[in-house]
């Protein structure tokens, strides 16, 4: 291949590296704490990479520790799964797959569209997206993540003592996240609607706030969208 056509890929795929710094300070944490949960639940330690690697989602992940110590119904594991994951359909609508051409490269960028990687992929312009960009981006996420996982379990053979409050790293990132985005985006009424969809999930179902938050903030914005198709 001409070297002419080296150095723009490798320059995107080393622009992607740079891109997941960023989420890269709530992932790799985020994944020590996954490696944490799992040792002090009990689990064998191979559990926290074989979830990095089988699911790679990180809410899912953590909820996944406690259910498998628990030995919870299969039928409940799916449902959560489903609940849980189901945000994913919608990023797809504007998550830039159609840049990645290769199957099996699409095929990864499908599984490892995580929130932090769409996050990171909305604050970009379009004229400076491509595909090794996003799938290097991706593959640096996922290295944090599994790293993370690692050295988590290391940290919890070794502590005498387990460690309270772990579960709150992930609602911290996501506002982290959140914020960023609205830098990049300035879309205000979707952050407000979101705002509202967990206040009234608190009031009326403190027991079950985040299905019900997330199943009527994806109402606000279905009703968002058709108000805005009808006054077009």
């Known amino acids: 291949m001409p070297q002419t056509l080296l150095v723009p890929r490798y320059g995107a795929a080393g622009a992607g590296i740079r891109d997941s710094f960023s989420a890269g300070l709530g992932i790799f944490p985020l994944g020590i704490a996954l490696g944490l949960l799992v040792v002090q639940a009990g689990l064998p330690w191979w559990i926290a990479p074989a979830l990095s690697l089988a699911a790679f989602a990180g809410s899912l992940e953590l909820l996944l520790v406690g259910m498998i110590a628990t030995t919870a119904p299969l039928a409940a594991v799916a449902l959560t799964v489903v609940v849980v994951n189901f945000r994913h359909v919608f990023y797809a609508f504007s998550f830039p797959l159609d840049l990645v051409k290769n199957r099996f490269a699409k095929a990864y960028a499908v599984y ?103 199943v009527l903030f994806v109402v606000l914005l279905l009703a968002r969208h058709a108000l805005k198709v009808v006054h077009a």
């Open 112 to 214: 490892a569209m995580i929130d932090e990687a769409y996050a990171v992929q909305a604050s970009l312009p379009p004229s400076e997206r491509s595909a090794s960009r996003l799938i290097a981006m991706q593959l640096t996420c996922q290295t944090y993540w599994v790293g993370g996982g690692f050295v988590g379990v290391a940290l919890g053979a070794a502590l005498p003592a387990p460690i309270k409050g772990l579960e709150f790293a992930l609602c911290a990132l996501f506002t982290v996240l959140t914020l960023d985005a609205f830098r990049s985006r300035r879309e205000l009424p979707s952050l407000l609607l979101a705002l509202g969809s967990v206040v009234v999930a608190l009031v009326l179902t403190p027991g079950a706030a985040m299905l019900t938050a997330l």
